[in-house]
């Protein structure tokens, strides 16, 4: 019913930029709340950043905060995670996530909040 595609992974250097979009499709009608996570390798799923589909309230990890910023084009139908400042330990395979958003609880941080996932993309920084 609802499909996302990310994509923009790849290598950096320590202190680049990079830039990840999710592409989603299929029923849109509704509002959602987006969200990326991480994983790195034996490691848990982890919270990156949140945005409410139906307005601009954004919501970040501690860790990325300052660093990482997460936008949605005017369509609503592509939401992107501006990363910059990237270190070592950002590198995981990143997962685009989506939830209807209405009567959600807010900030939405856990895994089993979002029923519509990507396929991931793996972002790598080196030092």
Known sequence: QVQLVESGGGLVQAGGSLRLSCEGSGRTSTAYTMAWF???PGKE???VAAIEWSGDI???EDAVKGRFTISRTSAKN?????MNSLKAG???VYYC???P???RRWPPRRVDEYPYWGQGTQV???S
């Open 101 to 103: 958003a209405y009567g």
């Open 97 to 99: 996530a989506g939830a």
């Open 58 to 60: 954004q919501d970040y």
């Open 38 to 40: 991480r994983q790195a």
């Open 90 to 92: 950002d590198t995981a």
């Open 124 to 126: 790598t920084v080196s």
């Open 45 to 47: 799923r982890e919270f």
């Open 78 to 82: 592509t939401v992107y995670l501006q």
